[in-house]
């Protein structure tokens, strides 16, 4: 089954291939989205930081548009590894780095 998001993509790995290859392609789709965010951010202009987005309902400055957006990274990255230690306990390596 190819993935809906990127049908160019590799294809998804099952439930039961938590493997090296599996890490590797996790990894690698890590890298890419920050190597993206990065790039995005070296192209806006210090100034622009400054000014204000329209986010929902509210009007922030860009900066804290950016800050909010990291900070829902983290607390979704921890949600992953919390329900993936739940998930895969025996199998979980709790190690970091």
Do not use: C
Not at 70 to 90: A, E, M
């Amino acid at each position: 089954m190819r993935n809906r998001r990127y049908p160019n993509g590799p294809t998804p790995p099952s439930e039961t291939s938590i493997g090296h290859h599996y890490l590797k392609e996790v990894q690698w789709h890590w890298d890419q989205g920050w190597n993206t965010f990065v790039e995005a951010l070296n192209v806006i202009d210090p100034q622009k930081l400054r000014e204000e987005v329209r986010v929902g309902e509210q009007t922030l400055p860009l900066v804290a548009v950016i800050e909010r957006t990291l900070t829902h990274v983290g607390l979704v990255v921890g949600q992953i590894v919390l329900l993936s230690s739940i998930r895969f306990d025996s199998k979980w390596n709790h190690e970091s780095g």
